[in-house]
Every structure is written in structure tokens, then in C-alpha cells.
């Protein structure tokens, strides 16, 4: 029920009536960042549904959170809540993490935990609810990432279907995702709590939906004649693996192996090594 009443509020969006931009007040934050970084706080009476982590004041449309980072494409809007009946959750503070209708690999290491490992350079409390999408909240990697206390001591909370967050402040930031002030923590994080590292392990195909893309990854590996035979190689699934065990084996790697349009290989960003080669396969040619 609660699925069919967000299909069906789904297409109410476009015809949402929109705040007038002085109902809510708005402040840009300085907080001494570095170039391309930018800290915005929005007061009000403020909702945040659960689709896409779009904004309304006073139950109308603000465009209060940046759409250039919170998850582009974003996930389809459930405006239910809003319709008489709906639920709200009161929370203080909050800030969108991610809330893209991508839930992938690549969208959880160049875009969520970029802009997780961020909070700290913009002076945010440690008691900042974040909020992330139900689809990515679901992943084997993310679930993994909560348990093995990679996003220890900040709470991390899933939007709920069918409610929505109330609240009267929400932060919003905007980083370079490839910003050094963002990575290196990351970096540092996932290696104290995944490492220590070793090197020139065998080279690993990073492989989402393998049992469907196995066949045509088979074919780009063979048309790139990398210079190993595709028998060396180890496949990892991050949906059929331990997130731990899928860094470990991406840290350790001589060659690490992804599509190019499905972007697996981000997970690099997150255990660089000077001594890993990176191969990207076009999975549609030929």
C-alpha cells in the first residue's frame, strides 16, 4: 500500500504549489572552506520526503537542497505524507546525504562518502541526523559500511516510506567530490579500519549484476588484450561479498578490472595504490 500511494503521488510534483523564497530563511556559511566548497542553513518550517529528499515549507515546494550533489538523477518523489493522514517525523538537525534513485557502487564511493567524510571541514554536530535513500540504504556495501563502523560516530538513517522528516533547521554542502579535504579522511578511515594492506595481489574484475554481465565483460576483457589471460583474474560481486573483503581485495590488486559505463571502479578513490594498473571495459562494443 504504502508503494502504490507513492506511485500514485509520484506525478503530483511538477504541479506542487512552490514556496515563496521569503517564507524561509536562508544563510550562507563561510566557515573558512576551500574553493568550490559551499555551506548553506535553511530555517523554517521544513519537511523532507522520502523519494528524492526534496524540501517543502509550510507543506509548498522550496528548493532548499542543492541538486547538485544530494544524487543526480534523484528518486521519484512520494509526496503522501504531505496529503491528509500523512506521518511526520520531527528530527533536529538534518542533512540530505544522498537520496540519488542510483543506488550503485560508484554512487556510494564518488558521491556519498565523499560528501560523508566532508562534515567534519564544515563544523557540523556530530549529532546531525543524515538522511540517505531507502534504495541505497539497502546495498550489501552500505549495510557493510554501517556494521563495520565506517560512518562511526555520526548517525546515518534511511528515509522511511510513506513519512517524511520534520525539522527546523537543514544544512546543505556542496564539495568538489575529488576535493583532497574530503578524500584523504575517507582514505584514512578505510584504511585503519579495513587495512593493513598488502600489494601485487592477483588482478580482481569489480562486477555488479555479475550473473547477467558476466558473458559481456568476458568479451571486453579479451578485446582489451590487457596482457593476462582472463583465468588470473577474480571476480567480486559487491552484492554477494562482505563490503571488508571487496576493499581489501581492490587495495591489494594489480590490475582492478570495471565497466566503464557502470563506473565499479570508483571504489579505487576509496584504497588508492601507485602500484595498481586500472583496466575499463566498454561492455556494448562489438
Not at 572552506?33 to 521544513?46: C, E, I, K, N, V
Not at 567480486?236 to 571487496?246: I, Y
Request: proline fraction near 9%; glycine fraction near 8%.
Amino acid at each position: 500500500m504504502r508503494e502504490w500511494r507513492s506511485l500514485l503521488t509520484a506525478p503530483m510534483l511538477r504541479f506542487w504549489p512552490k514556496a515563496d523564497a521569503a517564507e524561509v530563511g536562508m544563510t550562507e556559511l563561510h566557515d573558512n572552506l576551500p574553493q568550490g566548497w559551499s555551506h548553506r542553513r535553511h530555517t523554517g518550517d521544513l519537511v523532507i520526503e522520502n523519494g528524492g529528499g526534496r524540501v517543502f515549507a509550510d507543506l509548498k515546494r522550496h528548493a532548499a537542497a542543492d541538486a547538485r550533489q544530494a544524487g543526480e538523477p534523484r528518486g521519484r518523489a512520494d509526496l503522501s505524507p504531505l496529503l491528509p493522514g500523512g506521518r511526520f517525523i520531527p528530527r533536529e538537525p538534518a542533512l540530505v546525504l544522498y537520496a540519488g534513485g542510483e543506488a550503485s557502487l560508484a554512487r556510494f564511493c564518488d558521491t556519498l562518502l565523499p560528501r560523508f567524510f566532508s562534515l567534519d571541514r564544515f563544523g557540523l554536530p556530530q549529532a546531525t541526523l543524515l538522511m540517505t535513500s531507502l534504495r541505497m540504504g539497502r546495498t550489501r556495501p552500505f549495510q557493510d559500511a554501517i556494521s563495520d563502523g565506517l560512518f562511526r560516530p555520526r548517525p546515518v538513517e534511511l528515509f522511511r516510506p510513506a513519512t517524511a522528516i520534520r525539522v527546523q533547521q537543514l544544512d546543505d554542502i556542496v564539495i568538489p567530490l575529488d576535493s583532497p579535504e574530503a578524500l584523504g579522511p575517507m582514505q584514512a578511515k578505510a584504511a585503519a579500519l579495513y587495512g593493513p594492506f598488502a600489494a601485487g595481489g592477483p588482478p580482481v574484475l569489480v562486477l555488479e549484476h555479475s550473473a547477467q554481465r558476466f558473458p559481456a565483460a568476458e568479451a571486453a576483457f579479451e578485446r582489451a588484450n590487457p596482457g593476462i589471460r582472463f583465468e588470473e583474474v577474480i571476480m567480486l560481486d559487491p552484492a554477494l561479498m562482505p563490503f571488508h573483503r571487496l576493499v581489501k581485495a581492490v587495495a591489494e590488486a594489480s590490475m582492478l578490472i570495471a565497466p566503464r559505463a557502470t563506473g565499479e571502479a570508483a571504489i579505487a578513490t576509496l584504497v588508492p595504490s601507485p602500484e595498481r594498473r586500472t583496466l575499463l571495459l566498454d561492455l556494448r562494443e562489438g
